[in-house]
């Protein structure tokens, strides 16, 4: 195995690489958390040719997400038919007793981001070593997701930018997007009257509208400036397009207030969407913001008409 780490893939590959050796356990599950919650990127069984294993993760994943729920910083169950809160679940029922060792993956404010987890047919005992080894390599885990939470995020808006978004038409081309162009209106004219510091408070104020304007497995990115784009899934309809656009253009319609000035800005937005053609998601963006310049027109000339 190549010794670079150029992905959190990677660096779950390492880790689990690692474990392996110093955890004589049977299985090893990394999860992540993202907008759609928790999900295994990374399982490995040593008594699997590797098909058996991934046929079982949406059951595994049970066990990671009780991980999660826990207030402790490590959960050892020696016995997941005995114990109450893994006794009900599907996989226990499946794959009969089991050791379980979990541990939640945090970043440096603390938020769990993920957890590592250890199965095992015959109780599992660690030591103050492995103990240890096993919080040194959450800790590193939880690091490495750091730096790459840092790299997509925009640092002033806290949304996904557009590294984000390269990673996204690069690895989600087995998911079908709308996506939502939104061009703010009148922000040029705010920079230049207020200075850029408050332009970027009204940045703030704008990104946390369409925080609250979106679903929580929308994605929401600031592509630069004072453009944003939104990736919806399962949004084709024209009546749903036509809802949230309205949302939206109300949400940033309403007054800003920003150390003590009433800021009225609005909103040009366009939408592109495929209804299963093989449209990448960089042509979306594309159309999308085509259609954003030519609504963007027609409201000029209403306004000056």
């Given at each position: 195995m190549s010794s670079s780490i150029r992905s959190i893939e990677d660096a779950a590959?390492?880790?689990?690489?690692?474990?392996?050796?110093?955890?004589?356990?049977?299985?090893i599950l990394?999860?992540?958390?993202?907008n759609n919650g928790s999900r295994i990127i990374r399982a490995f069984n040593r008594h699997d040719d590797g098909r058996t294993i991934i046929s079982q993760l949406p059951l595994l994943q049970s066990y990671c997400n009780l991980v999660l729920m826990q207030?402790?910083?490590?959960?050892?169950?020696?016995?997941?038919?005995?114990?109450?809160?893994?006794?009900?679940?599907p996989i226990t029922q499946h794959l009969g007793a089991q050791s379980l060792v979990g541990i939640a993956v945090r970043t440096a404010d603390q938020s769990a981001v993920g957890t590592l987890c250890a199965l095992n047919k015959e109780p599992i005992h660690l030591d103050e070593r492995q103990l240890g080894f096993l919080q040194s390599m959450a800790a590193f885990f939880g690091y490495i997701l750091d730096l790459e939470n840092e790299s997509v995020t925009d640092s002033l808006t806290g949304l996904y930018n557009r590294r984000y978004l390269s990673q996204l038409d690069h690895t989600g081309s087995d998911k079908q997007f709308s996506v939502m162009f939104i061009d703010i209106n009148n922000f040029k004219e705010v920079n230049d009257s207020f200075g850029h510091d408050f332009g970027d408070l009204l940045l703030l104020q704008?990104?946390?509208?369409?925080?609250?304007?979106?679903?929580?497995t929308d994605i929401l990115i600031r592509y630069g400036g004072d453009e944003f784009i939104i990736c919806f899934q399962h949004l084709v309809d024209n009546q749903d397009f036509d809802f949230v656009t309205n949302k939206?253009?109300?949400?940033?319609?309403?007054?800003?207030?920003?150390?003590?000035?009433?800021i009225h800005i609005s909103a040009s937005i366009g939408i592109s969407s495929t209804h299963g053609?093989?449209?990448?998601?960089?042509?979306l963006i594309s159309n999308a913001d085509l259609a954003m310049y030519d609504n963007k027109q027609n409201e000029k000339n209403v306004e000056k008409i």
């Open positions: 590959d390492h880790i689990i690489d690692t474990l392996k050796h110093f955890l004589q356990v049977d299985t990394i999860t992540t958390i993202d207030d402790c910083s490590i959960l050892n169950i020696t016995n997941t038919l005995d114990d109450p809160r893994t006794a009900s679940l704008i990104a946390k509208r369409l925080k609250q304007d979106v679903r929580r939206i253009k109300k949400s940033i319609d309403e007054p800003f207030t920003i150390d003590g000035h009433i053609a093989a449209n990448s998601l960089k042509e």
